[in-house]
């Protein structure tokens, strides 16, 4: 669902309590709703984002993304190198290497 969050003198609500209050509206747990996407409006005031009320805890961890589970703390984030450093490093073991390759440019010249 697309939500609407009025919130005057406040700069932005968080979505730990968005979370709490629809699962309080729609008679779920906290666990099961899935917020994310919240842009505040030019001059504040109001916010819109999308929201997402499943069944249960795990109906949410089979459906929603990984980087969703992370934030809420239900997975783990994979920790990887930068993207220049494997780009690097795939470019780096694809040049040629020993004395093979010495041969190689021998031949060519």
């Known amino acids: 669902m697309v939500v609407d969050v009025l919130h005057p003198n406040r700069p932005n609500v968080s979505k730990n309590e968005l979370r709490s209050k629809l699962a309080d509206l729609y008679k779920a747990h906290k666990d099961s709703v899935s917020v994310f996407g919240f842009r505040t409006q ?7 984002g999308f ?43 694809k040049e040629v290497r020993g004395t093979h390759g010495k041969k190689v440019s021998k031949d060519k010249k």
């Open 42 to 48: 030019f001059g504040g005031g109001k916010s819109t």
């Open 51 to 93: 929201a997402l009320i499943y069944d249960s805890h795990d109906d949410l961890k089979k459906f929603e993304p990984h980087y969703r589970k992370v934030r809420y703390g239900d997975a783990t984030k994979i920790e990887k190198a930068s993207r220049q450093q494997r780009k690097q490093r795939k470019n780096k073991g």
